[in-house]
């Protein structure tokens, strides 16, 4: 047995010992055994600045330390003084700042779930339930800042309840990311996975830390963690259990192990792999500039068609008849779109509250009942105007589902007319 395999065996029994824990109804704050013991075995990647295990565990420790030396002790010194508005208003920028741990699980939600799909560890139904847990983070937050923002101010025991619990769930979620999530992402990811997640990053964002250094893995790294990475086999035992935790914490039924989502993807029989590189297809062209292809209007080369579309101002995302995003442009997003969402269904790319309505959509084009569904939002002061298309072709045959999302912002402050005989005034 290799060293390396040998440790992954004692990583997975500890992970156990973790998941015995909680399922018996333990809490972080008895955890620090459990806590050390994960941390010093923590995989090489974990250490190397700028990969995407090193950084999810630095946002980790940021977000620790804001609660437990800035926001904690900052609300138990307010509810022993008094009225004391510095200390007030300290707590809400510290509850602003916590709000933003809205961006590393927005990275677990598009990204990471992603992987432990293609590994085959949970499925598309469970990542909606590990996602309604983050929801219910988000609204403890939400309702902490309401109650510290409140006119006339909350009964302060009532401010100190809510921050506290809000603190608690933050803080319970960072103990099964580091001594479960993340643990079994390095087992399980190779470096070529970790480089879509990195790539997926700086699609979203980061909480709490200074944008990391740039990574990306070397063939030699590749060549050999590739080997290790075929020595790992998670074991029958660690499966098992880690089902077991998953229906006990998320209060599942008994899909994890093995049946067919309750929720079914509309048409989504077909079975795509996860991810940008894998689902491409096979037909690749060394040569773009050569190829053309015949529209029903003209003809454009490979190298023109996806120049044209990142020029574009708006938003394109292309989710195909089995309900699965198949494609979206590279341009400047209002929303964000991770590699790591190519060949998913589209229901499992949307917060659980929403999947219902998303379904709604889908079936109507699906049956015909509608071509087109349009929304408009106030996203940070911007307007930004969202519209669903049903896209078929000359025999009415559904081909799928095509999403825009535009700022037209500038757009409601026109006026008058520009045209090209007046276009000098406009000038800035």
């Not at 440790?7 to 500890?14: G, M, N, V």
């Not at 333990?26 to 620090?32: E, L, M």
């Not at 792999?273 to 894998?278: R, W």
Request: hydrophobic share 35%.
């Amino acid at each position: 047995m290799t060293d390396e395999k040998n440790l992954d065996l004692k990583r997975q029994k500890h992970i156990l010992k973790v998941l015995k824990f909680l399922q018996e109804g333990g809490d972080f704050t008895r955890a620090s055994i459990l806590v050390n013991k994960s941390k010093n075995m923590r995989i090489k990647s974990a250490s190397i600045k700028g990969h995407p295990l090193n950084t999810l565990y630095a946002e980790n420790d940021a977000i620790e330390d804001l609660i437990n030396n800035q926001l904690l002790p900052d609300l138990k010194k307010w509810q022993q003084s008094g009225e004391n508005s510095l200390l007030l208003n300290r707590i809400k920028d510290e509850l602003v700042k916590l709000h933003k741990i809205n961006r590393h699980y927005k990275r677990k939600e598009n990204s990471l779930f992603s992987f432990l799909i293609k590994y085959n560890l949970i499925t598309e139904r469970t990542t909606s339930s590990l996602w309604e847990l983050d929801d219910k983070i988000r609204e403890t937050i939400k309702i902490a800042q309401e109650a510290v923002n409140s006119t006339p101010q909350d009964d302060k025991y009532v401010i100190e309840a809510k921050i506290e619990k809000a603190a608690h769930e933050v803080m319970q979620m960072i103990f099964v990311e580091n001594t479960i999530f993340l643990p079994i992402l390095g087992m399980l990811l190779t470096p070529e996975d970790w480089y879509t997640i990195k790539q997926d990053e700086l699609e979203i964002g980061y909480t709490l830390i200074n944008n990391p250094t740039s990574w990306m893995p070397t063939k030699s790294e590749i060549d050999a963690s590739n080997w290790e990475h075929d020595q790992v086999q998670l074991t029958d035992e660690f499966k098992k259990e880690y089902n077991n935790f998953l229906k006990c914490y998320l209060s599942l039924d008994d899909e994890i192990n093995g049946k067919a989502d309750e929720i079914q993807v509309l048409n989504g029989a077909e079975n795509y792999p996860v991810g940008e590189s894998e689902s491409s297809p096979d037909l690749l062209f060394e040569d773009l500039k050569d190829t053309v292809v015949k529209m029903e209007i003209g003809s454009l080369s490979l190298k023109e068609i996806p120049a044209i579309f990142n020029v574009l101002p708006i938003d394109l995302t292309f989710v195909d008849k089995y309900d699965r995003v198949k494609w979206f442009s590279n341009t400047d997003r209002v929303f964000p779109r991770t590699r790591s969402v190519i060949g998913r269904p589209v229901i499992r790319c949307h917060p659980p509250k929403s999947i219902d309505k998303v379904l709604k959509i889908l079936d109507d084009f699906h049956n015909g009942y509608a071509d087109s569904q349009d929304f408009w939002v106030n996203v940070h002061g911007r307007m930004i105007y969202m519209c669903f298309y049903a896209v078929r072709d000359n025999e009415d045959n559904y081909l799928g589902c095509l999403e825009t999302v535009q700022d037209i912002t500038n757009f409601k402050n026109i006026i008058g007319e520009k045209t090209l005989e007046n276009q000098d005034k406009f000038k800035k």
